[in-house]
């Protein structure tokens, strides 16, 4: 299940493991080959995926921050002695905690670099305090937050049966339990990088073409949109691509049933025309929403992202526009060029610092393809992380009340 990037990956990854009384000692011991088999499959460095670990009961403890350990080994010998703390699952003072102690610059956090950040939580879902609001106050730091339900049983595993009404064996559940961490290491992990191909969503470019802007600049914005397509898989079962572009009136040339592939789509942005004029931002936005996203080859389940390459404050308001867009939802990067206005900051979704890109002249905007790679790749995972399970079961409370926050998997021993 190959989601984004083709590459070596790039992402900080904290593992937050329920290690209380009702996980018991031999499951710990199966939670740390869980664990190894993750770990085997990431390409860890200081330049690469970055891993910490923390574990807790009532309370939380350190077992090894982000900035650690440098190379796989070192991870996997440290994975070794975590601890089996017993007492009671206080979970969400434990994602407070790595939220504070974990996900920090001086942690080993390169958040600031656009590096993913990314938590992965395996509990039996039996918390005695509030989860939501802690895994929210990890959204809001832009963490993607995975959840691994454990359910246990003291001599049995409630595995998938291989007849009706029989439990799997222990030594079975755990060959299930190496297929889920490949599972969980593929999802989580493989598209971290963002120079590869982003798999699926539908992504429609707003491009400015008002007369402040000129010719040759307007070919500079379509050499910098083809070498993002460069980085998209173009199909009709991966990436969608639109085109719009807007002076005082938008105008769509491409549909997100338009190209076939990547190729074609690059080829179709050389052509675009430049017509100059007015700035209407507001009405393009808007226009995009009904005649694009909810308009030929739209689909229902996939990230939908607007990227937005302007180099004027609109004539038009946009925060309206830019509402509808944002429930419908549509994620929204806003690019400035020569921008000095709050329109950008209007226009792109939460958190602004991770949406809004500005630069002072159009020969910028190559150097910024890499950095806007990353932030779409980001940008569908998180998409992926809202109301969506990768298995379908019935979970405990406690994780359903992240349902809005996190990923829950399935994992049973």
């Known amino acids: ?230 980085s998209l898989n173009v199909n009709q079962t991966g990436v969608r691509v639109g085109i719009v572009t807007y002076n005082e009136a938008p105008k769509a040339h491409a549909y997100l049933d338009s190209f076939q592939d990547q190729t074609e789509a690059q080829q179709f942005i050389k052509l675009l025309p430049y017509r100059g004029g007015g700035s209407n931002t507001g009405a393009a936005l808007r226009f995009t929403l009904e005649s694009v996203f909810k308009g030929r080859g739209r689909r229902e389940d996939v990230q939908k992202v607007a990227i937005v390459v302007t180099d004027s404050k609109s004539q038009d308001s946009v925060k309206e526009a830019v509402a509808e867009l944002h429930w419908f939802p549509v994620r929204v990067f806003a690019i400035g060029v020569n921008e000095k206005t709050p329109d950008l900051y209007d226009m792109a979704s939460y958190p602004t610092n991770r949406h809004v890109f500005a630069v002072d002249n159009f020969m910028q905007l190559k150097p910024l393809r890499k950095v806007m790679q990353k932030s779409i790749c980001s940008a569908i995972i998180q998409g992926l992380c809202t109301n969506r399970y990768l298995e379908s079961s019935a979970v405990s409370p406690n994780i359903v009340s992240m349902e809005n926050e996190c990923v829950a998997l399935r994992y049973t021993t």
């Open 1 to 230: 299940m190959k989601l984004c990037c083709q590459n070596a990956t790039l992402g900080d990854i904290v593992f937050l493991v329920d290690s209380s009384g009702s996980i018991g000692e031999e499951n710990i011991r199966i939670i740390r080959t869980f664990l190894r088999n993750v770990i085997q499959n990431l390409d860890i460095g200081p330049d690469k995926v970055q891993v910490g670990l923390a574990v807790y009961g009532d309370r939380p403890k350190k077992e090894f921050l982000l900035k650690d350990h440098m190379d796989r080994t070192a991870v996997l010998d440290a994975v070794e002695q975590i601890a089996f703390l017993r007492g009671g699952t206080n979970t969400g003072k434990a994602m407070d905690f790595i939220r504070e102690e974990y996900f920090t610059a001086e942690a080993g956090s390169r958040a600031r670099q656009h590096v993913p950040q990314i938590a992965v939580l395996l509990t039996d879902g039996n918390s005695n305090d509030d989860v939501s609001k802690p895994a929210k106050r990890l959204r809001d730091l832009n963490v993607f937050v995975f959840v691994i339900g454990v359910w246990m049983r003291k001599h049995k595993c409630s595995c998938p049966p291989q007849k009706k009404g029989r439990y799997v064996r222990v030594k079975e559940c755990r060959k299930h339990t190496v297929a889920l961490s490949v599972k969980l290491a593929t999802f989580t992990f493989t598209c971290a990088r963002g120079e590869g191909r982003v798999n699926t969503a539908d992504v429609v470019f707003i491009i400015d073409e008002s007369g402040g802007i000129g010719n040759n600049n307007f070919q500079l914005i379509q050499s910098f949109v083809q070498s993002l397509i460069g």
